[in-house]
Nanobody
Framework: VQLVESGGGLAQAGGSLRLSCAASGLTVSRRTMGWFRQAPGKDREFVAGITWSGDSTYYPDSVKGRFIISRDNANNSASLQMNSLKPEDTAVYYC???????????????????WGQGTQVTVSS
């Protein structure tokens, strides 16, 4: 099982970045997919989720209206479109997947069983 993130980098405040998560060894259409981030000295923070059943999406208030999570079942991947970036969005971003057919909305890192290695996002002011 492997999740590989890409698309991180440097952006200016107000700009956009799109992160991608390529999955192998698991089927994203059967799992809730999530994105988390972790800044230095801080806990890992949930930023977006998409359920396997119905493709409902959910976000914390800190990114709602700016970030959009999506899934591409044909390519077995997930993405995170980040708009109106702020310096406080600077962190390492991780893609994660729950166990198969997990129902509900999952916000805690312990709810996810598979993780990528992370990709750095830096937003300059």
């Amino acid at each position: 099982v492997q999740l590989v993130e890409s698309g991180g980098g440097l952006a200016q405040a107000g700009g956009s970045l799109r992160l991608s998560c390529a999955a192998s060894g698991l089927t994203v259409s059967r799992r809730t997919m999530g994105w988390f981030r972790q800044a230095p000295g801080k806990d890992r923070e949930f930023v977006a989720g998409i359920t396997w059943s119905g493709d409902s999406t959910y976000y914390p208030d800190s990114v709602k209206g700016r970030f959009i999570i999506s899934r591409d079942n044909a390519n077995n991947s997930a993405s995170l479109q980040m708009n109106s970036l702020k310096p406080e969005d600077t962190a390492v971003y991780y893609c994660a997947a729950t166990a198969e057919y997990s129902r509900g909305f999952y916000y805690a890192p312990n709810d996810y069983v598979s993780w990528g290695q992370g990709t750095q996002v830096t937003v300059s002011s």
